[in-house]
């Protein structure tokens, strides 16, 4: 015979009640054929598990040491089932984040982790700064879940951008250069000579110097913002920036001026998988703005 867990559980069943009636009362099952199930368990093991008479039943030595081991499989049995279900709907497993620097200074990446964090406390969340380029790759590649990035960016058809914050861009200028002490917004055409330190996500730059019509001159490319600021700090040129750095980040010798015209957009958002199955990222992504 092939022991299953109606077996087990038919067999727990009356060891805790002693009573055959009742037991099978309490599977649905009729008393007969509870008792060739416990028969079939019995032959199976070739032991006695229970010693019947007309008016009791006990357990034999061999029953309450069976009994022990049953209990533990059915509950084993039942946490795993349990487990089971929550991973299928997104209460369990692990969801990887990567970010871009920049994506930690609007707070909507703060807000995300800790509203999911209460919401799902059983879900593991790995969460990693990587350079922008290399997102989209470990994206598709499973490395990374949900990558949280400067927009525009361009995404292979597999993935999927979404806006979170709408910002614009600005100018960050050494205190000591010709335009900052100005007040009025920098027109794109006056940086047509100048030095510029660039970030990660060039959209911003790009868009300036399509406006003032020249080639913009990159010195220097560090990488993320704070290393882009930390070096126009230092004199070695200007960057077009997100205005939200005003508020977030304040360096000596660095000064924020409008740029003028129409505002040119800065978007964080996220990118990820377009037909995502698994449960726990799922669960993630349902939680973000516009989702």
Do not use: N, W
Request: include cysteine.
């Amino acid at each position: 015979m092939a022991l299953e867990l109606r077996h087990l559980r038919g067999f727990v069943a009356v060891a805790q009640t002693l009573h055959f009636a009742r037991a099978a009362e309490t599977l649905g099952l009729s008393a007969p054929a509870l008792t060739e199930q416990i028969q079939a368990l019995e032959r199976d093991l070739g032991t006695l598990l229970l010693r019947r008479t007309k008016r009791s039943v006990v357990l034999t030595p061999a029953g309450e040491a069976f009994l022990a081991e049953a209990q533990a499989t059915l509950a084993q049995f039942e946490r795993s089932v349990a487990v089971g279900r929550r991973a299928g709907q997104g209460a369990l497993g692990r969801v990887v984040l990567g970010y871009v620097g920049s994506a930690v200074y609007a707070g909507v990446l703060q807000a995300l982790v800790e509203r999911f964090r209460t919401s799902h406390p059983d879900v593991t969340l790995q969460i990693q700064e990587q350079p922008m380029d290399r997102l989209p790759a470990m994206l598709e590649d499973g490395q990374v879940d949900v990558a949280f990035v400067r927009l525009p960016m361009a995404v292979p058809a597999a993935l999927r951008a979404q806006v979170l914050v709408r910002d614009h861009f600005c100018l960050a200028l050494p205190a000591g250069h010709s335009l900052a002490a100005a007040q009025a917004p920098v027109p794109a055409r006056s940086l047509a000579q100048a030095s510029f330190v660039a970030p990660e996500q060039t959209f911003g730059l790009q868009e300036v110097a399509r406006r003032g019509r020249f080639e913009p001159r990159v010195v220097l490319a560090p990488g993320s913002l704070v290393a882009v600021l930390a070096q126009v700090s230092l004199g070695v040129g200007v960057a077009v920036v997100p205005s939200l750095l005003q508020g977030v980040i304040e360096l000596p010798q660095v000064v924020f001026r409008a740029l003028a015209g129409a505002r040119i957009p800065s978007e964080l958002g996220a990118v990820y998988r377009r037909h995502e199955r698994d449960p726990a990222v799922r669960a993630f992504l349902q939680q973000m703005p516009g989702a």
